[in-house]
Every structure is written in C-alpha cells, then in structure tokens.
C-alpha cells in the first residue's frame, strides 16, 4: 500500500476529524490506532491517520511515538506528514505542538512548518496570528476552563514559542489573500531570520487552499482539519489521486447490537447534549468522587446499565461543570483526576461491550482514546459524516466483530447529536 498524505493525530477524536475531512474532500482515507500491527488488513488508500494520545502526555513521550509513526509512514510512501492539532490548538507551555512539530521537521531535514489550527467549518479563524473560536478570542472561550489544557493566551505566535527551541514567526492574512507565491516568498524571508515554524492566519476555505498548495511542496506541517481540507484539495488539483474518490456508504452496513453513549467531555457543547438526551432516553451522572474512591461506582454504573441497555440506548457522563471540575482538580490533582476519570469511563465503555452493544458515541478525546484503548480496536474506516468533524467509524480487525463509533470531540455536534449519531447506526 503506497500512500500520497501521512497524518499523526494527537488524539483519537481529532484523528476521526481530520479523516472526515480528507475524506470529504475526495481521498481514500483509513485511520489506524497508533502503528497497527504488520498483520492487520488495511484497505487500499490515499491517506492514513494514525491515531496517537499524545496530547496530554510529556513532551519526550510525545515526540517518540511521533518520531516512530512519521518513520512507519514515511516508509509507506507519504510525501506529506501533517501533525493533526486540536483545532483550539490544545496544549501547555511544556508541549506538545512545539517539541513535536520540531522534531518531526528535524528528521525530514529542517525548514520552515506551516502551522495553522484554523477549521473555518466549525467557527475556528485564525487573524494576525490570534485564534477565535466561534466570535471569541481562545483566552475568552469556553477552552479557557479545559480540565487538561485550559488555553489563556490567543495570540498562537506567543503560545507556539513557548514551547518552541527555535524562533516562531507569522504569515499573515495579506499575504496569503496574495497566493501561493506571496506566502512562499514570506516563508523564504522567515528561514532566513532563522524561524523553523510560522503560524498561518486563514479565515475562509480558500486561504487554507493556498496554504494546503504551500505546504504539500514540503515535508511536513502542523494543523486541524482546515489544513487537511487544504491538503487534500490540492493532492486531487495535482491529478495525482487515482481513484474516483471516496466513498463513505459500505462503511455503514448495520451491525445490529445495543447502543450506548458514554461522555468525558467537560465542554460547554457537551454538558448541553446531554442535558438534551435526558429528554428522549436514560442518563446516568456519574459522582466524579465516587469514581475516585474505589471501583463501587463503576460496578453501580454498569448494573445501571444492565437494567435499562436492552430497551435503548443509555448515557453514562461523568461530564461536569468547571466549578465542580475544579473543585475535584483541587483536591486530587489536574492530571491524577483526569486521568483517574478516564480510565473509570473506558472500564465501563468495555463492560457494555461486553454487553453487547456494538453501536457506540463516546464525547471528549481523552475519553474516547482511554475507551478505544481499552477495547483494542486497530483501525477505522470513515463513513458519512453526522457532524462537522464527526463521521461514523466502522472498526476493521476488531475482536468483537464489527461495530459502529462515533468519537466525538468535546466541542463538536449540535444539541441533538447524540440521537442524530445513533440515527446514522444500525
Ligand atoms: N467530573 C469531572 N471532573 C474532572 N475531570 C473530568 C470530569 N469528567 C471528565 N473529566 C476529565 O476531563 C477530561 C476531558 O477531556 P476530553 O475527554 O479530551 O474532552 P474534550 O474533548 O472536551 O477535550 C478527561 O481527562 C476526563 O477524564
Ligand atoms: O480539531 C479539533 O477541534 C478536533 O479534531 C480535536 O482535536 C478535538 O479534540 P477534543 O476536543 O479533545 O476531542
């Protein structure tokens, strides 16, 4: 299998996302659960995401298991690497967008990243270097109360250099609006000064056509799901796709099974849908507390469950609000409880599993890494989209036969997403 674009997800959620979008955009696209095993059967494609949770981890760990799946795809035949980021360009001073995007630049050689977060589908623009998230700057968004990277700074050229060895510069808006030239002519100017990454200003598809063009004529770069739009529009403008495009429709074969929702997210979107699915089917809330004391909650949570799975679907959500989040954070610690929360989730994730559902929404990225971990499940292919940046997953080589997903990030889907996601698997 030869393939023409690399991607190195940084969660499993933004992994779907980016795949959704390649896909969109007319590229055969799998996405893989970190390097998959050399017996795993994967369908003739144009581009692979590999699925890494590295977006919370230290940055030494982060940069290794980058290092090793950039080597596995570039051993595959990709030309182009794009680091798949958070689109609300989720990190901490200590990582892990710089370290990594460096290294991954140092092995294939040095030169200037284009790095760009901006996914204009889902309200995310980036202006002189300054991310907006819907109408708000980063720092004034519901990021800013992220349990694992709360995001208080905007402007991405000063985030970016936190974490970065080397000098970050911009490309700005006029000189994207300019083409593909202008921005080549920036880049040129940027190496020079000794900048190894350039954040990219881009507020409408078009800028991230021009950017995709820019970036595809260099080994790597480092961005959400606009610059996979980017990408992929100018590998088919290139003429070197070779097939008819994508399809999404054999990915969706029913699978039969109970159906289940289980939510880690702490977003704003999140805690609104599942206040939404309380009005059609069971949520259970689980106590944050309780999960951290010891394994009763987990076993009520699943006997909860057994009495109610077999007539429709359930919510379990150990989702709460910043005020409880941070009380909770208070006592145990930012990563011990998010860490300790996730691993409770994925427990039950498996037990209904085991139960027999096979049709599946988890909310959060961590969430839904800490889950599909958990069940082993080597690779996905992409079916049709339920929400900008969610598409139905189908499991290939799975253990316990076929199943639908749907790995939905904190931020993405409307209110009704959970019942629209289900709607989609049958
Ligand atoms: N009640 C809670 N208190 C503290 N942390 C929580 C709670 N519920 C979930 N978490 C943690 O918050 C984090 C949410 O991150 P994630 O799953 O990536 O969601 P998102 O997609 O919104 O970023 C996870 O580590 C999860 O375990
Ligand atoms: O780019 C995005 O916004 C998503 O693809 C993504 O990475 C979301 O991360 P989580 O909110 O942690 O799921």
Redesign the pocket.
Known sequence: MAILLGSIA??Y??AS??ANTLTKNGLRTVQTVGIPDPSLALPDVDAVVVSLKI?SVPASDAVTAASSAERWLRQRGAGHVLY?????F?STDAGNIGPVTEALSDAAGGGVVLVT?A?PE?G?TVYLGHLFVGGQPLNESPLKDHPLNPMHDANLVRVLTRQSRNAVGLVDLTAIAAGAGAVKARLDALRTAGVTAVIADAIFERDLETLGEVALETPVSTG??GLGLGLARALVRSGRISSDGATTADAIRPVGGLSAIVAG?C?KATLHQIDVAERSMPVLRLDPERLLAGPDEIAAAISWAGDRISAGPVVIAASAAPETVSRLQSLHGREASGHAIETATSIITAELVERGVRRLVVA???T?GAAVDRLAIPAFLIGPEIAP?VPVLRTVGNAQGDMLLAL?????GGEDFFTAALAMMH
């Not at 798949?84 to 609300?88: D, E, F, G, V």
């Open positions: 940084d969660d959620t933004g996302d980016l977006r798949k980021i958070c689109s609300t989720d977060p996914f889902t995310r959400a799901s997210s977003s959060g990225g961590e839904s940046g939905k990030s904190g931020n993405f």
